[in-house]
């Protein structure tokens, strides 16, 4: 194992991460100290591509979940795209509702909430700390 991985692993999964509330899916670029906070439904495989292209492959750490400890990142450039919210529900009520059954919910919940109002008014009952990533983020 490299440097940066074990760095990576050791220090901001088992040490930041315990004791940090909240959890983001970064991906860590340390030949380029770039810190991509990634965000689900927004370009993410695209983004990816494009800056794996450029690292190698031992200092690129893709969407790891984790905590994030600012005081560890000095220096390095961070970033995240994000999407009108109004889109970003759309496309994910397309893809995780109409698409196909992601939620497992049973066939008549699913049928229901193939309307987007039904499936909004069951949004709105979601902990949205503790709920599926493509909803919370």
Same mark, same amino acid.
């Given at each position: ?21 909240? !959890? ?27 800056? @794996? ?5 031992? %200092? ?17 450039? !961070? ?15 397309? %893809?995780?509702?109409?698409? !196909? ?24 009952? @979601? ?8 909803? !919370?983020?």
């Amino acid at each position: 194992m490299n440097l940066n991985k074990f760095r990576h692993f050791f220090i901001h999964k088992y040490l930041v991460t315990p004791f940090t509330k909240e !959890r983001y899916m970064l991906c860590y670029d340390y030949a380029h100290k770039t810190i991509w906070f990634r965000v689900p439904k927004v370009a993410s495989r695209t983004i990816n591509e494009a800056l @794996q292209a450029g690292t190698d492959p031992k %200092d690129y750490i893709y969407a790891s979940s984790m905590g994030y400890a600012p005081a560890l990142c000095k220096g390095y450039f !961070r970033f995240a795209f994000v999407r009108h919210p109004e889109d970003r529900l759309l496309s994910a009520w397309r %893809d995780k509702v109409l698409r !196909r059954n992601h939620f497992h919910f049973d066939e008549a919940t699913h049928e229901k909430y193939k309307t987007i109002d039904h499936f909004v008014d069951w949004l709105a009952t @979601q902990d949205i700390d503790n709920c599926d990533v493509h909803i !919370r983020s």
